[in-house]
């Protein structure tokens, strides 16, 4: 009989599984000082690297050589295409609600006009498809012209030609989205919209609705539309504060709010108890081409003026920025002037992570034989 690794308590009950081994993930992991780690490789390592290098490092385990890059890139691009009615569907979904719906419902059309019911078909056609599945859902949404799909442009290349977003150099547009993609790819196995996605498919549905139920989870502005949220944060104390605010008054305004019992976004993790070096990556970028936006100062305030805030009460474990605190305002500052589709961006990229974990428990974990429907305990508690 093995040593427990971990004792329940009641405590632990109610607490949203918080910190409760499950299983093991392939892909990623997240140290708690250290951040993100793609396979053995810190992020900070991976961010020069091709968007697909990266999806190779997750789907391999190795960053591939020239040769296996060339044939992994050719099999993606024999993938990339939608059939002529799943997009003709997608322009038929309502625009009503978060385009976050749109996105949740086009996977679900493809699960039902582009699946093979194989995982693992399913799990690299999918990679190769989302930036056309998603180039036209917000191309729907927006009323924008969705133009031809040519993958052999590069992952990102040509999802950024695909959308014609007004007004906006599409270098600027491809400087931030290529880096917020592979940043965004993975974050350990117990993520809540990693945990949906495999919960879901551990009941054997395939892997477009299960994909679709997670980026369910990852809607909520506790998961991914965090990151909307943190941009209207910032653009609040950007009104509130002026351009010429100083640390002292962001340090002030923040002070008020918490007394206030107002919220204050962009700060904390579940796992991490260190500045998000993925919010780290992007404040340098933001630094080195946008110190000048006004919306980039005041997030750069903010990642000064709220750990020393926020370590003023005890009770706070972690007073760090997390990515969210920055990402919408680069994305906005690049000229992606569209917070409804920043959730949308992080979803597109959290398929890539959550379809490789999910491919492990349904066809390689215990053996071949697969992670068993989940089926967590639950106390009778009867009417309260
Ligand atoms: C993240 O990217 O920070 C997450 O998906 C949230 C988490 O790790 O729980």
């Known amino acids: 009989m093995d040593e427990p690794i971990f004792s329940v308590t009641k405590e632990h009950l109610e607490t949203g ?97 582009e699946s093979t019911g194989d995982y693992k078909e399913d799990c690299l056609n999918l990679i190769a498809k989302i930036p056309l599945i998603v180039a036209a859902a917000i191309s729907h949404h927006a009323g924008w012209k969705l133009n031809l799909s040519d993958p052999s442009k590069g992952y990102i290349e040509n999802f950024v030609d695909m959308l014609s977003v007004p007004d906006t150099p ?16 993975d974050h350990g196995g117990g ?16 892997l477009y609705g299960a994909i679709a139920a997670s980026m369910c989870a990852l809607d909520g502005p506790r998961h991914g539309k965090a990151n909307q949220d943190c941009l209207e944060f910032t653009l609040k104390m950007l009104e509130e504060l002026g351009e010429n605010a100083t640390v002292g008054d962001v340090e002030n305004r923040l002070r008020d709010k918490l007394a206030n019992k107002e919220l204050v976004y962009g700060f904390g993790h579940a796992v991490l108890r260190v500045e998000d070096p993925r919010a780290s990556i992007f404040y340098e970028l933001a630094k080195k081409h946008y110190s000048n936006n006004p ?21 706070i474990s972690n007073p760090y920025p997390n990515v969210d605190a920055i990402s919408g305002a680069l994305l906005s500052a690049s000229g992606f002037n569209y917070p409804h ?44």
Do not use: W
């Open 191 to 206: 993520n809540l919209s990693a945990f949906v996605g495999k919960s879901v498919a551990s009941g054997l549905e395939d």
């Open 295 to 315: 919306l980039i100062k005041m997030a750069l305030l903010l990642r000064e003026a709220g750990p020393k805030v926020l370590k003023e009460n005890p009770k």
């Open 17 to 113: 599984l918080r910190g409760y081994p499950v299983g093991y993930c392939t892909t990623s992991f997240v140290d708690p000082q250290k951040g993100l780690f793609y396979m053995d490789q810190p992020i900070s390592q991976l961010v020069e690297l091709d968007p697909l290098e990266v999806v190779h490092l997750l789907y391999s385990g190795n960053v591939g050589s020239k040769e296996e890059m060339q044939a992994f890139r050719a099999d993606l691009h024999k993938r990339a295409f939608l059939k002529e009615e799943t997009l003709k569907t997608i322009q038929t979904l309502p625009k009503n609600g978060h385009p976050m719906k749109i996105f949740a419902c086009a996977l679900i059309t493809c699960g039902m006009l």
């Open 341 to 384: 589709y920043y959730t949308v961006l992080f979803g597109m990229s959290r398929v890539v992570g959550i379809s490789i974990q999910i491919l492990y428990e349904r066809s390689i974990a215990r053996g071949g034989k697969g992670v068993p429907i989940y089926r967590p305990k639950y106390f009778f508690k009867g009417k309260v």
């Open 170 to 185: 599409k270098e600027e547009l491809l400087r931030v989205f290529k880096i917020f993609n592979k940043l965004h790819y």
